[in-house]
DNA sequence: TTGTACGCGTTATCAG
DNA sequence: CTGATAACGCGTACAA
């Protein structure tokens, strides 16, 4: 900064201030100060409603800061302070609607508590996982939620943190390995549930078309899957069960599933399928192949879009609960955030999941 | 603070910065220069390759920040700088799938040029976009990308802002009012296309469900509309006009639109339908009431589900390009942010829309 | 080539 | 009741 600058700096502290720091529309507590013959600390403490102050001043300054629009810099506050007031979220997509609704009910808690959010996404890498956690805790975020990525087996990142103190609460694709709050979705009941209804319904020979095999939610799922056909008397059949590495990412992924479950020798009568993506693909794929809905093969599974079970009455849906994940979960880390001392109780919180079922003949 | 913790934060800095600051996993240019025996001054010069430091202390001091995973303070740098390196996005919600691609194309260009970005979302009021608005300029957001709101009528915040200097670029849905760069995309060529597509297959009453009529995609899209109609030599009928208040959010607004056509003596033929959230209701509520597309009414319409026209064969998909939207806002805000001069030339980015017609009878 | 001093806006401590 | 001062972490004009 050249020498002219600095002597108008002294100069014209207000305009130099607004130049120089683009914060836009702002006065600081200095501004406040000067105008009013006062002192900084005392400027502080009397919007800070001190009890050091007199009802006098007290007026005189809030009237002034009121008057011009004050609001303090949370950059200062964070350097002062040490806490930024704001806690960060990593999820594998945006447009994955079931985190968008998460994120939505993450914000509702949030602003609420006046406090910021930072949304990053892995799109289910480890490596930008490691990057987001890397650049949110960099950025001193107060705590931080996080959905792991399908690709994650390691997470030495988040234990180092977690260590360090840094309040963690994980939801819906959790792990074992550490010990915080989480929040899931009843995914074993809902497994469970969708499974009877097919059983009840009178298929039989049910495959699962799911999510990659390592993440918390498709093993809960298949798990309920398991416990339905068990209690039918129905061995689970291994060629059955297809994985999506990818959780569908690709169609590909969901076609090769579906021929192989077609072409086996005794293919299945029904499919429960899991997430969104992969339930409205299997159903695009079916109505590719012409193959009618549910009468050659039911479907049911896990889906956000609306639109797919309208278009098609015969899809039964289980929706995600992604609003209310996300206001549990925000709960729950601003607890700790907000608590002085360690804790070491932690909960897990399921939440139901809600199976619609709906009469294949009602529409029809 | 009591005197104890002040005689801790005396002897142990390094551990007392950990445990009060909440920043986890960081040291400071302090701890490297004590550690060092060298001062912060020369330490912060070292780190930023200045020419007055020799290549013997530069490779101490780098190699002990490397070694100590050092990472400089980006709120102590907001602070000191006046810039924040991050960027305010503003959009209605996420939950729209063409948002969260524009965010992608955002974070893609964002990151690459070493900036975070901050996510706020209007769910199309006007008072959260003005709050949304305050709440990122007094982070000292860098810059500002905004697509405006349904509700927004009055700009005034954003004009002071950008008379301030706040660079800020528009996407989507922009305002004339404003003089800098706007992104968007080719919604006249979009609704003139599809409209044409329509005509070309020979249907001569096509009804217009469409956005709110204020937002400038709405009018854009209108106009194709009515160029290719008058073209084709048909008079606009007002009654085929349909607006949704709230963008097709509450089932209802679609549904009375929808019934509104098909009592009109004069029922439509086809209906060309704007936005995902309108294309997919129609689509569902035609397929509610029996309607047979296209035999009985023909539609096209916007969507980013693909889900939909792969449901229905006969719905054709004018795709919205968000990704590279956001890229491209992105772009020319970072322009706007590195130049330092004022900038008085603004360009308005047009994107193509890309048309996909699907001859119906291809699948059938 | 290195170190000193100051300021960014805020708050906490202590002295008046 | 009010004010002076230091500190949060960083960057830089200027002195040594």
Same mark, same amino acid.
């Given at each position: 900064?050249?020498? $002219?600058?600095?002597?108008?700096?002294? &100069?014209?502290?207000?305009?130099?201030?607004?130049?120089?720091?683009? *914060?836009?529309?702002?006065?600081?507590?200095?501004?406040?100060?000067?105008?009013?013959?006062?002192?900084?600390?005392?400027?502080?403490?009397?919007?800070?409603?001190?009890?050091?102050?007199?009802?006098?001043?007290?007026?005189?300054? @809030?009237?002034?800061? &009121?008057?011009?629009?004050?609001?303090?810099?949370? $950059?200062?506050?964070?350097?002062?302070?040490?806490?930024?007031?704001?806690?960060?979220?990593?999820?594998?997509?945006?447009?994955?609607?079931?985190?968008?609704?998460?994120?939505?009910?993450?914000? +509702?808690?949030?602003?609420? /508590?006046?406090?910021?959010?930072?949304?990053?996404?892995?799109?289910?890498?480890?490596?930008?996982?490691?990057? /987001?956690?890397?650049?949110?805790?960099?950025?001193?975020?107060?705590?931080?939620?996080?959905?792991?990525?399908?690709?994650? %087996? #390691?997470?030495?990142?988040?234990?180092?943190?977690?260590?360090?103190?840094?309040?963690?609460?994980?939801?819906?694709?959790?792990?074992?390995? $550490?010990? @915080?709050?989480?929040?899931?979705?009843?995914?074993?009941?809902?497994?469970?549930?969708?499974?009877?209804?097919?059983?009840?319904?009178?298929?039989?020979?049910?495959?699962?078309?799911?999510?990659?095999?390592?993440? +918390?939610?498709?093993?809960?799922?298949?798990? !309920?899957?398991?416990?339905?056909?068990?209690?039918?008397?129905?061995?689970? #059949?291994?060629?059955?069960?297809?994985?999506?590495?990818?959780?569908?990412? #690709?169609?590909?992924?969901?076609?090769?599933?579906?021929?192989?479950?077609?072409?086996?020798? *005794?293919?299945?009568?029904?499919?429960?399928?899991?997430?969104? =993506?992969?339930?409205?693909?299997?159903?695009?794929?079916?109505?590719?192949? %012409?193959?009618?809905?549910?009468?050659?093969?039911?479907?049911?599974?896990?889906?956000?879009? @609306?639109?797919?079970?309208?278009?098609?009455?015969?899809?039964?849906?289980?929706?995600?609960? !992604?609003?209310?994940?996300?206001? %549990?979960?925000? &709960?729950?880390?601003?607890?700790?955030?907000?608590? %002085? =001392?360690?804790?070491?109780?932690?909960?897990?919180?399921?939440?139901?999941?809600?199976?619609?079922?709906?009469?294949?003949?009602?529409? &029809?």
């Amino acid at each position: 900064m050249c020498y $002219i600058g600095e002597m108008l700096k002294k &100069q014209l502290p207000l305009l130099f201030n607004t130049l120089a720091n683009m *914060n836009f529309s702002s006065i600081t507590i200095k501004d406040i100060a000067t105008a009013l013959n006062l002192s900084v600390s005392t400027v502080s403490k009397a919007l800070r409603d001190s009890y050091e102050i007199s009802e006098n001043t007290k007026k005189l300054v @809030t009237g002034y800061a &009121q008057e011009h629009n004050y609001r303090p810099n949370p $950059i200062a506050q964070s350097l002062k302070q040490g806490r930024s007031k704001s806690i960060g979220i990593v999820v594998s997509t945006i447009e994955n609607q079931f985190f968008s609704q998460v994120i939505n009910g993450i914000e +509702s808690v949030a602003y609420e /508590n006046g406090f910021n959010v930072i949304i990053t996404q892995t799109h289910e890498s480890y490596e930008l996982e490691v990057k /987001n956690v890397g650049h949110l805790t960099h950025r001193s975020i107060d705590g931080l939620l996080i959905s792991l990525s399908t690709e994650t %087996k #390691d997470i030495a990142h988040l234990k180092t943190l977690h260590k360090q103190g840094l309040p963690i609460v994980f939801f819906d694709r959790v792990t074992d390995e $550490i010990d @915080t709050h989480k929040v899931i979705a009843d995914n074993f009941k809902g497994g469970y549930d969708a499974t009877c209804h097919l059983l009840d319904s009178g298929y039989k020979r049910i495959a699962h078309i799911t999510s990659p095999a390592n993440i +918390s939610i498709t093993k809960e799922r298949f798990a !309920g899957y398991s416990k339905a056909l068990e209690e039918a008397g129905i061995a689970i #059949d291994d060629d059955y069960i297809k994985y999506c590495p990818h959780g569908g990412r #690709d169609i590909g992924e969901v076609e090769n599933a579906l021929n192989e479950l077609l072409s086996l020798k *005794n293919k299945p009568d029904a499919i429960f399928t899991t997430s969104d =993506r992969i339930t409205t693909t299997t159903l695009m794929l079916l109505n590719r192949l %012409k193959i009618k809905i549910p009468q050659e093969i039911a479907l049911i599974g896990y889906t956000n879009t @609306t639109l797919a079970d309208v278009l098609n009455p015969s899809l039964s849906s289980v929706y995600q609960p !992604g609003f209310e994940m996300g206001q %549990k979960a925000t &709960q729950k880390l601003l607890e700790l955030i907000l608590a %002085k =001392r360690p804790v070491y109780e932690f909960e897990t919180l399921v939440l139901p999941t809600q199976l619609v079922t709906r009469d294949s003949t009602a529409r &029809q």
